[in-house]
């Protein structure tokens, strides 16, 4: 079992900033891949970003690339979303979600989910 804790949503004008936590617990979690994924209201979920249980490796959904930085402290086996230059369409509930090793941009292949935290843009 592995547990996820997020933390860092809030509200935050459009061009902001904001950095999401993912802190993991449980049996082996240091080996687990890290995904993002948002949903919007009356939305369907969708993959943001993701990197492997090393830290070598990330992925980028085409709507966050080249504003979204995802990385992970070992030490701590916390991973980070930095959001920068944020849009309203960002505007959704953000969920991290852990598999073994490798990253997939497919929900279900997430065994593993946190509780989520709002994060909210504003025009």
């Known amino acids: 079992q592995v547990q996820l804790v997020e933390s860092g949503g809030g509200l935050v004008q459009a061009g902001g900033s904001l950095r999401l936590s993912c802190a993991a617990s449980g049996r082996a979690s240091s080996r687990y891949a890290t995904g993002w994924f948002r949903q919007a209201s009356g939305k369907e979920r969708e993959f943001v970003a993701g990197?492997?249980?090393?830290?070598?490796?990330?992925y980028y959904a085409d709507s966050v690339k080249g504003r979204f930085t995802v990385s992970r402290d070992k030490a701590k086996n916390t991973m980070y979303l930095q959001m920068d230059s944020l849009k309203p369409e960002d505007t959704a509930v953000y969920y991290c979600a852990a598999r073994y090793e490798q990253i997939v941009p497919i929900e279900r292949e997430y065994a593993y989910w946190g509780q989520g935290t709002q994060v909210t843009v504003s025009s």
């Open positions: 990197i492997n249980y090393s830290g070598g490796s990330t």
